[in-house]
């Protein structure tokens, strides 16, 4: 096939008063490819998207569409006309309103007489074609379903196709939210897209899924591109070492299970769990949650983070409990407040002088995780939603860990985080449970399991399998994911 140029940015930038986000970028995206777009958080992915997707207009540069030059014309029509297609990490979908009702809103053709049936047809050929067995009803509320079903309907949103056709689809971290199976049905849909002639931006701070998904990948650090190439040009390490990142041994050696027989912190069993068997974890333990996405590892984090203030059956917590939500626009963030005081919520009574809150207490902690953690910001006093997402989930990382609670849950939290960061908030794990604290951990990365003394994997609500590091493996685990074990 012979290469075409469905759009070109030159010499992109983009500045927010003081800040400079892109500093002269230059991307060309083909028909037939999927570039893999990588870097940090803050890096200026999500705002050259922006771009690309017609949110955000240019400080300099231009835009060209095929062959015509849009430059100073282009924004959300033009885009669209275009066939540019965009699912961002923070999910737009609205959650009043129904799922064909949701398909309707990027799709102004369907009107007129039977448009919700027409709509409904649309979405669910596109939720079928990409995630078989998905589940999910065109009447359903888009409120009222999980934040892996919602980035499903975003994403067969974006592929649908009505009077004008996808033609270069961008995807935001488009597997954050979604299992191993479902993120593999979504990476075939787009390499099966792309053979066809269509393009896809994919963004991942998952590497695997850059080098096996993507034909081109460009590196972008500090607002800028540093590396262009093919994607077989790459290995792991060498994409590492272009983000900045020094390479680091992630494999744990094993060692002597911290559990004793003094009584766990926390013994919990599910609401459906009907055989007797409980999860629990001891002092220093880091315990894992896997399984398919969905099937009540969620709702077991919530029933131990109830169990320590109350009581519940089959639930017994000893100690105070913080959480680092998944759902960050949902159950994380307070969006109208600023970086400095989502980090601080959770310690505020340490902050206390004469019955009031201290300012300067305030500002030295969220200092020392802005340092600790690298939330990329040059004034914490800023508003939260002025950093990136990955960004965003590092200040509830900083909540949870600056706090004094002695147990940790974590609700598939590296949801859009960077790599470098990752191995960082990997080793504060490890030296905080080190100095005793406990860690509840559910995550759909199976390489995060590895760092687990112990995983639990879920299936229909209950736990079906709980496996020592010394005996857990993929295999295992996805296994007992399709099938209950005896």
């Known amino acids: 096939m012979q290469q075409q140029t469905l759009v070109h940015l030159e010499g992109v930038a983009k500045r927010f008063g003081a800040v400079r986000a892109l500093a002269s970028v230059t991307l060309e995206i083909q028909a037939g490819e999927c570039l893999g777009l990588v870097g940090h958080n803050g890096a200026g992915k999500s705002t050259l998207m922006h771009i690309l997707a017609g949110t955000l207009a240019p400080n300099e540069g231009r835009i060209v569409a095929g062959d015509v030059d849009l430059t100073g014309r282009y924004g959300v029509a033009a885009a ?3 066939g540019v297609r965009c699912v961002f990490q923070e999910l737009s979908l609205c959650p009043n309103l129904s799922v064909a009702e949701n ?47 919602r980035q499903m309907v975003e994403i067969a949103r974006a592929f649908a196709v009505t009077d004008t056709p996808a033609r270069v689809v961008i995807l935001d971290e488009p597997t954050s939210s979604l299992d191993a199976t479902l993120a593999a049905q979504l ?19 998952l590497l695997g899924e850059i080098l096996s998904t993507a034909t081109r990948i460009v590196v972008m650090r500090d607002g800028a591109v540093v590396a262009d190439r093919a994607a077989d040009k790459f290995n792991r390490n060498s994409l590492v070492e272009a983000m900045g990142n020094v390479v680091r041994e992630e494999a744990l050696s094993d060692h002597a299970s911290r559990r004793s027989d003094a009584a766990p912190r926390i013994e919990a069993a599910p609401k459906r769990q009907g055989d007797g068997r409980k999860l629990t974890a001891h002092n220093g333990e880091i315990v894992g949650l896997a399984g398919l996405g969905g099937h009540g ?12 203030s109350a009581r519940i059956a089959d639930v017994r917590v000893d100690g105070s409990v913080a959480i ?17 005081k989502n980090a601080t919520i959770g310690s505020l009574s340490r902050m206390l002088r004469h019955m009031l809150i201290h300012p300067n207490a305030e500002r030295a902690m969220a200092e020392d995780w802005k340092g600790r953690i690298g939330i990329r910001t040059p004034d914490v006093a800023n508003r939260i939603l002025s950093l990136s997402g990955g960004n965003q989930q590092k200040v509830l990382f900083a909540r949870a860990l600056g706090s004094d609670a002695g147990i940790i849950l974590m609700d598939d939290p590296m949801r859009g985080v960077d790599i470098g960061t990752k191995q960082e908030v990997y080793a504060m794990l490890h030296a905080e449970a080190a100095k005793g604290r406990t860690f509840l951990w559910y995550t759909t990365e199976l390489d995060e399991l590895k760092h687990c003394d112990h995983v639990y994997v879920f299936r229909d609500g209950r736990i079906v399998l709980d496996l020592p590091r ?17």
């Open 297 to 308: 590892q969620t709702d077991m984090l919530l029933r131990v983070f109830e169990g320590a």
């Open 103 to 149: 398909a309707r809103i990027m799709n102004p053709s369907l009107k007129g007489f039977g448009w919700r049936r027409r709509a409904a047809a649309l979405i669910t050929d596109r939720l079928d074609a990409i995630f078989p067995g998905h589940g999910i009803a065109a009447s359903s509320i888009v409120g009222d379903l999980s934040i892996a079903k």
């Open 324 to 340: 680092v939500a998944g759902d960050r626009q949902s159950d994380g963030i307070f969006p109208l407040w600023s970086i400095e």
């Open 80 to 82: 669209h006309h275009n």
């Open 470 to 486: 010394g005996e857990l493996t993929e295999e295992k685990v996805l296994q007992s994911s399709f099938e209950a074990a005896a």
């Open 187 to 205: 990476l075939s849909h787009v390499r099966a897209f792309c053979a066809e002639g269509g393009a896809v931006v994919l963004i991942s701070h």
